[in-house]
């Protein structure tokens, strides 16, 4: 039952990163790196020491007993998942979100989720495990469901393309010229993919080289939050990659001003947006730690399953809001496919963690 319980927490924190970037669309005059900053500071650097002060006895004792071997492993990869994320956004550019998605969450679901047994030893035993069969049948659909959900939303970019061309009139060619998109370039996009799924799948294992940390906490009483001490390392990494990319934005575009002014607009509403996309977003790592804890004898497969779950729930979300109401019938269909994959991988992870249990 406690896989069970842990897939739900798996669930509910998946549910916060396909919402956190709903609030973006609120914040006006404020430039990218202003507003991934704001919400970066929330998420990366408060929320971690806020959080692990309020869930973890003795915190302080723990920080002091812990091995400073896996402190800095934990940062220092944390600080690669950033450089990660960096390297997502500008593939973005590129070759477009979808693509992005596919390829970088694809590389990311698989690797991050077998990195940790692999480096420690434990992947030729995972194996031999009862239930490895539905774990590895699981994580390669779940790779699979990825990649369609990419397809599909690929096929929706292409389709909203044609309908925008076809609304322009043969008077609009000015209209035309003027459209100043990044060129879809695979030569440049491709690599920057690559980059992003492999360290975006290092954050996984910042988590796992943390574990001695979460054990101290355990020891003190921390129970199933003992593994929120370990974000004070990990996102703070995170975070200070974050740091230098918006700081050499804001040199280079002349936007420091934003965070005192919006030009006009409500910089309130700004803030406020950039909070709640940080509670969203850290929400994620919470309820990731209270179901990475129930896993049992699979706890690696948090890591597939939380990306899975991100995926399907971002679709669901994009339906929801009517993301794809004016798609043709063949990308609905092949969104529909990819979600039954991506549910059925869940259910795979689910009953082999349940058989391991």
């Known amino acids: 039952m406690e896989v069970i319980n842990g897939v739900l927490y798996h669930a509910v924190g998946a549910s916060g990163a396909a919402l956190c970037y709903t609030p973006q669309k609120k914040v006006v005059g404020w430039s990218w790196q202003t507003y991934w900053l704001a919400q970066a500071f929330i998420c990366w650097f408060v929320l971690p020491f806020v959080v692990a002060y309020l869930t973890i006895p003795e915190l302080m004792q723990v920080l002091k007993q812990a091995p400073s071997s896996a402190m800095q492993r934990s940062f ?20 477009g979100f979808s693509l992005t998605y596919a390829i970088a969450v694809g590389i990311s679901c698989v690797l991050g989720t077998l990195l940790p047994p692999l480096v420690n030893g434990t992947l030729s035993d995972v194996f031999k495990t009862n239930g490895a069969a539905f774990i590895i049948s699981g994580v390669a659909m779940g790779a699979v469901g990825i990649a369609l959900c990419g397809a599909a939303g690929r096929n929706k970019e292409i389709d909203l393309e044609l309908q925008e061309k076809n609304k322009i009139t043969l008077g609009d060619e000015s209209e035309k010229q003027q459209d100043n998109k990044p060129v879809f370039s695979l030569a440049k996009g491709l690599p920057l993919c690559l980059v992003a799924g492999v360290l ?65 607009h409500g910089l309130g509403v700004n803030y406020l947006m950039a909070l709640l996309t940080g509670l969203l977003w850290y929400g994620q790592f919470f309820f990731y730690g209270l179901g990475h804890v129930r896993m049992g004898t699979f706890k690696f497969t948090s890591w597939a ?15 929801i809001l009517k993301e794809w109401k004016t798609t043709s019938a063949k990308t609905k269909k092949l969104l529909g496919l990819a979600l039954f994959v991506l549910l059925s991988a869940i259910l795979l992870l689910t009953y082999g963690n349940w058989m391991g249990e």
């Open 76 to 95: 220092f990869l944390g600080m690669a998942y950033g450089v990660g994320g960096t390297a997502f956004g500008m593939a973005i550019r590129y070759v």
């Open 200 to 264: 975006s799948a290092l954050y996984g294992f910042s988590l796992d080289q943390g574990k001695p940390i979460a054990d101290i906490a355990a020891q003190y009483g921390a129970g199933n939050y003992q593994g929120n001490v370990v974000y004070i390392f990990s996102n703070t990494g995170a975070f200070v990659t974050t740091l230098l990319y918006c700081l050499y934005l804001h040199s280079k575009e002349k936007t420091f001003g934003q965070y005192v002014s919006s030009g006009g």
């Open 305 to 319: 399953i939380h990306m899975i779950m991100l995926v399907m729930l971002s679709s669901l979300v994009g339906l």
